[in-house]
């Protein structure tokens, strides 16, 4: 069974301060796991994906994230925060197996502050 | 132009009616998915298809229905048997490359 978890709904910072969103992860295979963003009224774009290729994953808009085995974690920075950076984000984690399902985190709603 | 449409954007239905929310890809997916999305409650699973002709329940499919008679397209219907319809609806594609891929979502209302 997968489960992620996404720890802290709401997290706010200064335009120009580091993000810092967390997920964590549960999975009795190799995981593939994801991070979305979400505007308001919007579908979700796919920011980044880890596929057991590199840990240090890079994706658009300047986020990375890093997975950490150990740790179970997958979390999702970026050093400047920008105003437009303001959204949904959710974390997900799937597999390669037949069951093509991802499981969601419950997302985090991140606030930029000027 | 590849993607993922979904119809209407923003759908009020009253009290007792059925309504069918549209899912058009031109991706190529074999796999589609049908997501509710409320408010601090994240993607909600209502139904999914791996396969023409074939699809199964996810976490809380009672109250809809889905068909999938051709790849392209996946319809969901509210059915008046769903008491708490107003939410946001997305569906979603997957093939080989792993990821989802989303459409921009129908906003139902009850009215």
């Known amino acids: 069974a997968q489960s992620v978890t996404q720890l802290g709904s709401h997290v706010s910072v200064s335009e120009g301060a580091l993000v810092l969103l967390r997920c964590n992860y549960s999975?009795?295979?190799?995981?593939?796991l994801f991070w979305y963003v979400q505007y308001p009224n919007q579908g979700l774009q796919l920011l980044l994906k880890?596929?057991?290729?590199a840990t240090l994953v890079k994706g658009i808009n300047g986020f990375e994230a890093e997975f950490k085995k150990s740790e179970t974690s997958f979390h999702l920075t970026k050093p400047s925060a920008h105003m437009s950076d303001a959204a949904e984000y959710f974390c997900?984690?799937?597999?390669?197996?037949?069951?093509?399902?991802?499981?969601w985190g419950l997302g985090t709603s991140l606030a930029v502050n000027p | 132009d590849g993607g993922i449409t979904q119809s209407p954007k923003y759908l009020f239905r009253k009290e007792g009616q059925n309504v069918t929310l549209s899912c058009e890809q031109n991706?190529?997916?074999?796999?589609m998915y049908w997501y509710r999305q409320d408010p601090g409650q994240g993607l909600r699973l209502i139904y999914y298809?791996?396969?023409?002709?074939?699809?199964q329940k996810g976490d809380i499919a009672e109250g809809y229905s889905v068909s999938r008679e051709k790849k392209e397209s996946f319809p969901l219907t509210v059915t008046s048997a769903q008491k708490n319809p107003t939410a946001f609806y997305l569906c979603?594609?997957?093939?080989?490359?792993?990821?989802?891929?989303f459409g921009q979502g129908t906003r139902l209302t009850v009215v």
């Open positions: 991706l190529n997916h074999d796999a």
């Open positions: 979603a594609t997957r093939d080989r490359a792993v990821e989802a891929f």
């Open positions: 997900a984690v799937g597999n390669a197996g037949n069951n093509r399902k991802l499981i």
């Open positions: 298809s791996q396969i023409v002709n074939d699809f």
């Open positions: 880890y596929t057991s290729a």
């Open positions: 999975s009795s295979v190799p995981p593939y």
